[in-house]
């Protein structure tokens, strides 16, 4: 249904006045929130200085964002120099395929507590090997730049039509694997952006690789929506093979659906017929 506030239709052909959309009830409801809170510090009859108070509350907030942006700016570049041009590494980091990365033990320890106790030589974990060098075989090297720039800038996958679905599952599994919920999310957020027919049993698997409650969801979502498409698909027969414990809940929850959909039709006709 459309907006009577965003709507791109003309005027005249708008909806009633009480048809708004979610985004738009919320946004007007929280410029009215914003508008009494500063209008209930006024003093009677100052409708003027009520609104200067507001617009002095919106300049502080710009201020305040540009402060963190330009503090974000600041960091960033600093770190994703020192590792792009290699000053002072320390550790030189090894993909599965490639040639190896150097970097800095610091940044890796104080992003990941997983590499911060393999490089402190905990008993617990894996211990980093002689020679200040860690290896990530389960990564390509294209997968570990991508990783590693992630650590240094909290970017690189910005543009999420330049970074190839596969990276992005490997880069899900390694969150998961070193515990760096950042990246944890930042991949869940694109990856459940691209789910359609033709990715989505990939995806479930990532998803189950992972432990991503987020993805997973989404993407039993999609295989429930188009199922005929997806369960008749000649990928499904070699996802059967691997994956015994999926395709028996995706069973189920066809089931649960379907009945779902029966009682509800149900219930409508015995309605329709009172």
Known sequence: MDCCICS?????????????????YEGAKAITGFLNKSRGSMKPNSATMGMRDAWEKVKEMRDREQTTNQRAAFLEQ???????????????????????IAAHKAILAARS???????????????????????????SHDELFLLLSFLYTGGGLDDQDEVPERHLHALLVAADKYDVPFLRRA???RLAARVDTQNVLRTL???ELSSSSVLRERAMDT????????????????FAVRNAGLCVEITR??????????????????????
């Open 8 to 24: 791109p239709m003309a005027t005249m052909y708008r909806l009633p006045r009480n048809s708004i959309c979610a985004p738009c």
């Open 187 to 189: 991949c869940e957020a």
């Open 223 to 238: 295989v429930l929506e188009h199922a005929e498409q997806v369960v008749f698909s000649p990928e499904y027969d070699d």
């Open 113 to 139: 507590d997983v590499f911060r106790h393999m490089l402190s030589g905990d008993e617990q974990c894996i211990k980093a090997p002689a020679g200040d060098a860690i290896s990530l075989p389960e990564l």
């Open 205 to 207: 698997e990532v998803a």
């Open 78 to 100: 600093g770190f994703a120099l020192a590792w792009k041009e290699g000053m002072h590494t320390d550790i030189v980091v090894k993909p599965g395929t490639g040639p190896p």
């Open 253 to 274: 929850a066809l089931l649960a659906k379907k009945m779902s959909t029966a009682t509800t039709k149900a219930t409508t006709c015995c309605i329709e017929d009172v």
